[in-house]
């Protein structure tokens, strides 16, 4: 059976949507990923001749609470995303949608942090949050205030 090949997409700092990308990618690659941890503990050919220890928890399969939080942070970066590709349109203009797009993200935001079950991810949801409200406001505010007629 052939199957895709999936090569893994690297984050960019100075881009929101390249983490997406990134957890994309990674989420595609998890069954083959886990195959090969297994291969690789299991010693099958031709996996044989790493310097990996059995045990080592380098070979260990992902678990499923590790493999929950990024789907979580998949699931948070999507509308953040899709925003960031709407917003960088050459064909149209943008501006105009982006107090509703800035709008739409924090709710999905504070939404997002509430069902989340698993504590180390709510509190990255939140910082995450934060960082972003810090931005918020400082587009709101001061000198940089819009002024609607």
């Known amino acids: 059976m052939l199957h895709e090949f999936i090569t893994p997409k690297l984050d960019v700092d ?4 390249s983490t997406w990308i990134m957890l994309d990618s990674l989420l595609r690659m998890k069954l083959p990923l886990n195959e090969l941890l297994r291969r690789i503990e299991l010693k099958e050919p031709p996996y044989t001749g790493f310097t990996i220890r059995s045990g080592d928890s380098l070979i260990k399969e992902i678990t499923k609470e590790s493999w929950a939080a990024v789907n979580t942070l998949y699931t948070f970066l999507e509308p953040i ?8 349109a050459s064909t149209y203009p943008t501006f105009g949608i982006l107090l509703l797009t800035n709008h739409v993200i924090k709710f999905h935001a504070v939404e997002t942090i509430e ?9 990255l949801l939140t ?5 972003w409200m810090t931005t918020h406001q400082n587009w709101t505010r001061g000198r940089h ?3 609607l007629f």
Do not use: P
Request: proline residues 0%.
């Open 14 to 17: 100075t881009r929101w949507n």
């Open 81 to 88: 995303k899709e925003a960031t590709d709407m917003l960088s």
């Open 115 to 123: 069902k989340s079950q698993d504590e180390h991810t709510k509190s």
């Open 127 to 131: 910082q995450l949050k934060g960082s």
């Open 145 to 147: 205030e819009l002024q």
